[in-house]
C-alpha cells in the first residue's frame, strides 16, 4: 500500500533539503564565517519560501553552523579556537568507542573495506589531490561508524563529524598532515585485522587529538599574522 504524503511530510522534507544545502554551502566556503545571510536573497537563491528558510535557520543556529544576532540579522557562525578544541574533544571519544564497537562486531570484514579505501587515499596523496583525499578519508571514517552497530551513537558521530567538516579544510592543508593521517590509518587498520578492539580504539583516539593540536597552531598563526 502506497503511504500519501501529508503537507507535513512535504514541508518537513523540504525544510530537510534546504538545512543540507545551506550546510554544504557553509562547508564548501561557499558561504563563508561571518557571512549575513540576508532572507529574501536565501529564498530567491534557494527557490524557497520564508517558513522553510526560517525553521532551516533555527535548526542550523541550534547545529551551531548559524547565529542569530538580535535586531542584525542571520550570520554563518565563526570559526574558532574553543569550538574546535570542544568539538574534536567530543568526537574522538565517540569515534573511539565507535571503532572499539565496531572491531568487535564487524573485524577483518571491516578491515577489508577499510583497505579498499584507503590504498585509494593514498593515490590521491601521492598525486596531491587533497580534495580527493579528504573525500576518502570521510568515508574511510564513515564505514568505521557504520559499523558499529549502535544507531544512536551513528547518529550522533555525523552531527559532530559535519561540524568537524568546516575545520578540516584548515588542517589538511597543512604540511606532512596527509601523510601523517596515512600512517595513522594503516596503523588503525593494523589492530582492526587483528581484532584489538582495545588498541585500535587508541589509535583511533590519539588520531582525532592529534588535530586539536593543529588547529590551536593554525588559529595562533592567524592570529600573529593580523
Given at each position: 500500500m502506497k503511504i500519501r504524503a501529508t503537507p507535513g511530510h512535504l514541508h518537513k522534507s523540504?525544510?530537510?533539503?534546504?538545512?543540507?544545502?545551506?550546510?554544504?554551502?557553509?562547508?564548501?566556503?561557499?558561504?563563508?564565517?561571518?557571512?549575513?545571510?540576508?532572507?529574501?536573497?536565501?529564498?530567491?537563491?534557494?527557490?524557497?519560501?520564508?517558513?522553510?528558510?526560517?525553521?532551516?535557520?533555527?535548526?542550523?543556529?541550534?547545529?551551531?553552523?548559524?547565529?542569530?544576532?538580535?535586531?542584525?540579522?542571520?550570520?554563518?557562525?565563526?570559526?574558532?579556537?574553543?569550538?574546535?578544541?570542544?568539538?574534536?574533544?567530543?568526537?574522538?571519544?565517540?569515534?573511539?568507542?565507535?571503532?572499539?564497537?565496531?572491531?568487535?562486531?564487524?573485524?577483518?570484514?571491516?578491515?577489508?573495506?577499510?583497505?579498499?579505501?584507503?590504498?585509494?587515499?593514498?593515490?590521491?596523496?601521492?598525486?596531491?589531490?587533497?580534495?580527493?583525499?579528504?573525500?576518502?578519508?570521510?568515508?574511510?571514517?564513515?564505514?568505521i561508524i557504520s559499523a558499529c552497530g549502535n544507531d544512536l551513537l551513528i547518529e550522533m558521530l555525523r552531527r559532530f563529524n559535519r561540524q568537524t567538516a568546516r575545520y578540516r579544510a584548515k588542517i589538511r592543508s597543512t604540511a606532512g598532515r596527509p601523510e601523517e593521517s596515512i600512517r595513522k590509518h594503516e596503523e588503525l587498520i593494523k589492530y582492526i585485522e587483528s581484532g584489538d578492539a582495545a588498541l585500535a580504539e587508541m589509535v583511533s583516539r590519539e588520531s582525532i587529538l592529534d588535530n586539536i593540536r593543529l588547529v590551536e597552531k593554525i588559529f595562533k598563526d592567524e592570529e600573529e599574522a593580523e
Open positions: 523540504l525544510v530537510r533539503t534546504i538545512v543540507e544545502d545551506i550546510e554544504d554551502r557553509i562547508i564548501r566556503g561557499e558561504l563563508k564565517p561571518g557571512e549575513r545571510l540576508v532572507e529574501l536573497a536565501m529564498c530567491d537563491m534557494l527557490d524557497v519560501s520564508r517558513s522553510p528558510l526560517r525553521e532551516a535557520f533555527r535548526i542550523l543556529e541550534d547545529q551551531g553552523f548559524l547565529v542569530n544576532k538580535a535586531r542584525k540579522g542571520v550570520f554563518v557562525a565563526a570559526l574558532t579556537r574553543r569550538e574546535a578544541v570542544n568539538i574534536y574533544t567530543i568526537r574522538a571519544s565517540l569515534e573511539s568507542l565507535a571503532a572499539f564497537l565496531a572491531v568487535r562486531a564487524k573485524g577483518a570484514e571491516l578491515a577489508a573495506v577499510l583497505r579498499v579505501t584507503h590504498e585509494k587515499m593514498k593515490k590521491a596523496v601521492e598525486r596531491g589531490d587533497l580534495s580527493a583525499y579528504s573525500e576518502y578519508n570521510s568515508q574511510f571514517h564513515e564505514d
